[in-house]
């Protein structure tokens, strides 16, 4: 069994994409399990005269030499692709099937030494767009071009690599003794034979071997060929998902996990996980989602769900600013350099693009809101004392709009946007207006100077930049008014949504 350190430490490396899944015949969907079968078919049907007729690897060696080369790879091939047909996306929503379950968590890169392509079925059955590459191990596959010299895999796009081959290139299965050795020197004599992602992958990440037996031929290459590559990997924790030996008596059974215990810890440092893979896939799966919610619960707390709009990688702010040349003139420009440099320094800095909007005229809002889509609103100007706000008419001079006629407007934009801020004098009056469609609205609930004004902006834009909230923002914003010494800091008002 696994503590529950290695779960976190698991469950972290998965996070971060930090986490590659290797995935052995015993991952292999029971639709299209045929290793086993196939081997005691075949020990039957061409007089094999070993006792292992279960050792696909074996008996393939004896029918590669007694019939031909490419024979048992035929055979093989044929199988899967008669198998594959029964197996439906549905077939990947189970929670104990382990490629569904891969499938769903955010990985760059899988490895498979099977023949199938569950593992890609499966990524499609979940929205992503996978890539698949073989390894060129043998001449007849190097004539091939590689398919992701210069790619890059994303867990939307990710890449899985046959390392063993695939069943729709018969001549890439490593199948027989013969070829596992073969496979064993190319990778030996070669070392640019494995593409960079591939050995970033296997030396750069926990590796997840799942569906592995230590008897079996794949893995023991595989050991081989990781075995230089764990060297190099920082001592990372490693885990495998390892199917209990079998012909082994329930007397030795445990004796031979210590052993394999042993030896895994030692010399590659693998946790192991004795269970099959439909129990591993349930427990990964329960405990992703519970990791997942725990993440989401600690990222709300933190402030951070609101930085990124869904469906859009930016925060696009609006800044609009009026000041009619018939009233007291405001340093709007300074506030909106305050504003900008604070954004450019902020540690989330490329998730925001400030658009300015200068001496506004209404049918201006109108067009900005449309052209832009907004995240923010940030209004800097003049307001009365009965809550309108001034704008400026074609001559430039001052054209109020009252409450209702703006709330009316931000009415046609409340599924876009998230937050309307008012720094303006007398504004809560028009905040509380637009609160009854925008979700969070700030004003000012008397007049508010220069000073205070720019002050709020630049506390409010620096915590936003720096992961928090908009409330929180909005609690900075009164304490950077403390901290400049001004007796304004009680002036600005947040009104949420339910509230107004």
Not at 333 to 348: C, H, S
Request: contains cysteine; aromatic residues 10%.
């Amino acid at each position: 069994m696994l503590e529950e350190k290695d779960w976190d430490i698991l469950l972290k490396r998965i996070k971060y994409g930090k986490c590659t899944p290797f995935l052995g015949s015993g991952a292999c969907s029971e639709k299209i399990s045929v290793i086993s079968q196939i081997a005691n078919e075949w020990a039957e049907e061409y007089d094999y005269p070993m006792e292992d007729s279960d050792d696909l690897t074996r008996v393939a060696q004896f029918v590669a030499v007694t019939q031909d080369e490419m024979f048992p790879r035929d055979e093989i091939c044929n199988r899967i692709t008669e198998l594959s047909e029964e197996v439906t996306p549905t077939y990947f929503e189970a929670r104990n099937e382990i490629h569904g379950v891969l499938a769903y968590l955010p990985l760059p890169v899988y490895i498979t030494t099977t023949y199938d392509d569950l593992m890609v079925q499966a990524l499609k059955s979940r929205g992503k767009a996978p890539t698949q590459e073989i390894c060129l191990w043998n001449e007849e596959l190097r004539q091939r071009k590689p398919t992701s010299s210069d790619f890059d895999p994303t867990p939307d796009k990710p890449l899985v690599y046959h390392l063993h081959g695939w069943y729709k290139r018969p001549e890439s299965l490593v199948l027989t003794e013969d070829n596992y050795l073969d496979f064993l020197v190319a990778v030996s004599k070669d070392q640019n034979l494995l593409p960079p992602r591939i050995q970033e992958a296997f030396g750069g990440t926990s590796l997840l071997l799942i569906g592995y037996k230590v008897t079996d031929w794949d893995f023991r290459v595989l050991c081989r060929i990781l075995d230089d590559y764990i060297g190099r990997s920082e001592n990372r924790k490693h885990i495998s998902v390892q199917i209990v030996p079998g012909n082994v008596s329930d007397t030795l059974e445990e004796k031979a996990q210590k052993y394999l215990d042993r030896y895994f810890d030692k010399d590659l440092h693998i946790q192991v996980y004795w269970h099959d893979c439909s129990e591993f896939a349930e427990e990964l799966k329960t405990r992703w989602e519970a990791f997942k919610s725990d993440i989401t619960k600690i990222n709300a707390e933190n402030r951070q769900a609101f930085l990124i709009k869904e469906k859009t990688d930016k925060v696009s702010i609006l800044f609009l600013a009026a000041d009619p040349t018939n009233e007291s003139r405001l340093r709007l420009g300074e506030e909106f350099r305050e504003i900008q440099e604070k954004l450019k320094l902020a540690k989330f800095r490329d998730r925001f693009t400030l658009l300015p909007q200068l001496s506004v005229r209404p049918s201006d809002i109108s067009q900005a809101l449309l052209d832009i889509q907004p995240y923010i609103v940030h209004f800097s100007g003049h307001g009365t004392p009965t809550g309108a706000l001034c704008f400026e008419d074609l001559e430039g001079k001052n054209h109020p709009i009252e409450p209702d006629a703006l709330a009316a407007l931000f009415e046609q934009f409340s599924g876009q946007v998230n937050c309307v801020v008012l720094n303006a004098c007398y504004a809560e009056i028009q905040a509380k207006a637009i609160a009854k469609h925008i979700k969070y609205v700030i004003g000012m609930n008397q007049a508010i100077g220069d000073k205070a004004a720019i002050a709020f902006a630049i506390g409010f834009y620096q915590a936003l930049g720096g992961g928090r909230s908009i409330e929180e923002a909005y609690r900075f914003g009164c304490v950077q008014i403390q901290l400049h010494g001004i007796p304004e800091h009680l002036t600005p008002v947040l009104i949420k949504k339910d509230q107004s």
